[in-house]
């Protein structure tokens, strides 16, 4: 793959890919991964939060 079709794909979403992590409240970070909650919500989340254990998961998901 060429160096510069490198993350091509975040050209196309808002703000690249970037914001505020609904689980850690990271700023500025990359949301792309997608994590489901027990109601059937889906967040995105940091790579970080990815691996997060569903409690945490669910309990922003109820904030909201």
Do not use: H, N
Not at 5 to 30: D, H, Q
Not at 58 to 63: I, M
Request: glycine share 8%.
């Amino acid at each position: 793959m060429a160096k510069t079709k490198r993350g091509r794909a975040l050209w196309s979403l808002p703000s690249r890919g970037r914001g505020t992590c609904p689980v850690c409240s990271s700023t500025r970070i990359k949301l792309l991964y997608a994590r489901t909650a027990a109601d059937g919500t889906q967040l995105k989340v940091c790579k970080k939060c990815f691996k997060a254990e569903q409690g945490r998961i669910d309990a922003v998901s109820q904030a909201r």
